[in-house]
């Protein structure tokens, strides 16, 4: 049987609070929503959360309620998710890519700070498949919006190593905990949680008409019962890690940053002493499913040269996710590990 790249862990609790939703007719965004957001904020210690239906939407109410607008600068790593490219879009602003620093995962700060101009309204910036970007942008008087979706489980220490205006979750399948979509926004100010409840939820507002972001009870049901499991998830991704990092200590292959209990481990990324076809296939071969975990670096995306982002070009080429969810059982873990060291 192949073993899939990812899948979420669902149990019978998420099916259970999903059925209390339908049976009790909880099917917009009501009481379910605010318990998760609660629980949410105070698992990651930030005063006021916000769901929305999806992290694009997320992205889109934070850059409305920083009035951002059309021509103003949006700073953005291009090796990332795609969604605040996608709300810069929407809202005329123009994303200014910058590329990631050689062997990481994340933007230097000197890299950041020489694409501030007059004109930057944001920068943002993520923690990338769970290791943190430790950037320090403190001293930055431009709003940071942290994307924490790839983080949530981290130690408080080193998620919010930058104190940001915003901090940003997805929910997808694939992230620390899934409500099969949707996102949340963090926020400390009062002034911004209160405008993006507003539009958030079709409220006009100034010249804003309102948007319909609201995430369902029945999606925040299952959020609430992944919530409860989140330390339990993350202690089997680095359990799943250890033993991944120990096959790669017998091979060529390699991978940026040693183990480490103070990461989450979203993605298991992978450089392997192979051209990627080979590695493809043999994988394939062996019923594994690997994959570029962002294989279209955002750069491309506005049709700029790869030779002025060659970092993230590179790692959208070359770098592999080995299967990495706590639903693997234990011989599909090893079957991985093992297949990693017999390619040469």
């Known amino acids: 049987m192949k073993i899939v790249a990812s899948k979420p862990t669902i149990t019978r609790k998420e099916l259970e609070g999903v059925l209390d939703c339908l ?20 698992t990651i210690g930030i005063k006021y959360a916000l769901a929305t239906n999806s992290i694009f939407g997320a992205y889109h109410c934070i850059f409305t309620a920083l009035g951002i607008t059309a021509g103003d600068e949006v700073i953005i790593p291009s090796y990332f998710d795609a969604a605040p490219l996608k709300a810069c879009h929407v809202i005329g602003a123009i994303p200014v890519l910058v590329d990631i620093a050689e062997n990481c995962y994340h933007p230097s700060k000197e890299n950041i700070q020489g694409a501030i101009t007059q004109k930057t309204k944001a ?10 970007a430790q950037l320090n942008l403190n001293d930055s008087a431009i709003p940071c919006i942290l994307d924490i979706s790839h983080a949530i489980g981290m130690d408080a220490g080193e998620l919010f190593d930058t104190a940001p205006s915003f901090a940003v979750a997805s929910f997808a399948p694939s992230m ?19 405008y993006i409840r507003d539009i958030r939820n079709g409220m006009p507002h100034e010249h804003i ?15 609430i019962n ?119």
């Open 23 to 42: 049976i009790q007719d909880n099917l917009a965004s009501g009481s379910v929503v605010k318990q998760f957001e609660q629980a949410l904020s105070t």
């Open 123 to 132: 920068i943002v910036v993520g923690h990338t498949f769970g290791f943190p």
């Open 176 to 194: 620390m905990i899934t409500t099969e979509m949707g996102g949340m926004i963090f926020t400390n100010n009062s002034r911004y949680f209160s």
């Open 209 to 223: 008409a309102g948007f319909e972001y609201c995430m369902s009870d029945v999606h925040a049901a299952m959020g």
């Open 226 to 344: 992944q919530l409860l499991k989140l330390k339990d998830f993350v202690k089997r991704r680095r359990d799943i890690a250890r033993i991944y990092y120990d096959a790669l200590s017998k091979t060529h292959h390699s991978t940026f940053y040693a183990f480490s209990e103070h990461f989450t481990y979203q993605t298991f990324p992978v450089l392997f002493d192979a051209q990627p076809d080979i590695v493809d296939k043999y994988f394939k071969k062996n019923a594994i499913e690997i994959y570029h975990p962002i294989d279209v670096p955002l750069h491309q995306y506005m049709k700029l040269r790869n030779l002025d982002f060659p970092h993230s070009d590179r790692l959208s080429k070359k770098l592999f996710s080995l299967p990495m969810y706590p639903a693997l059982t234990k011989r599909e873990i090893e079957k991985v590990a093992r297949i990693v060291t017999m390619l040469a």
